[in-house]
């Protein structure tokens, strides 16, 4: 089976379109192309039970943000402050960029 296309980088803004986080908005912290998975700051919180370590001498149940597939979110323009599907664009020195399909406002 190929692996899915992950259409964000990450430092992107993102927005949430579907599932219990819909419309909640973060920044994407770190991206799993081979699982086709993003995680987002502040979204999919799971709790975690961990055991005292000497990391960490107190253990306890500690909240996270678990990944979630990256077909889920959209990225976010800043310009026209809504979620947008993404272009290409070829600059004039050759180099690609990504662009936004609604404004076209360039993205990288």
Request: net charge positive.
């Amino acid at each position: 089976m190929a692996t899915p296309r992950v259409h964000v980088k990450k430092g992107d803004t993102v927005m949430v379109i579907t599932g219990k986080d819909a419309g909640k908005k973060g920044k994407v912290l770190s991206v799993e192309p081979a699982r086709g998975r993003v995680v987002v700051e502040g979204v999919n919180i799971v709790k975690r039970h961990t055991r005292p370590t000497q990391k960490m001498p107190q253990g306890g149940i500690i909240e996270k943000e678990a990944p979630v597939a990256s077909s889920n979110v959209m990225l976010f323009c800043n310009k026209c402050n809504r979620p947008t599907r993404i272009g290409r664009q070829i600059l004039a020195d050759g180099t690609k960029t990504r662009v936004c399909k609604k404004c076209g406002e360039v993205i990288d």
